[in-house]
């Protein structure tokens, strides 16, 4: 059985990490970010080179899925 010192202590921790992590979540929202940009050609190479990467990626597995499903469709055929 649990004693009342336990219960106690266990309140208590649990009140301190509780009060932590929302103290945590709610400061940073009172903060604004901002991002300075003095290098715009190479910030938008960078964002143009990230929207290829995915773009090549989507379409890769866009590929893939359709193969994919090909390749199921011809299986099952021939079970039949």
């Not at 649990?14 to 901002?34: H, R, V």
């Amino acid at each position: 059985m649990a004693s009342k010192k336990g219960i106690a202590i266990t309140v208590i921790i649990l009140a301190a990490i509780t009060s932590a992590s929302f103290l945590l979540w709610i400061i940073p929202q009172e903060n604004d970010t901002t991002f300075i940009v003095t290098d715009y050609q190479g910030y938008l190479d960078g964002a143009e080179n990230i929207h290829e990467v995915l773009q090549e990626s989507i379409d890769m597995n866009t590929k893939i899925f359709v193969m994919e499903k090909f390749h199921q469709r011809i299986t099952l055929q021939s079970l039949k």
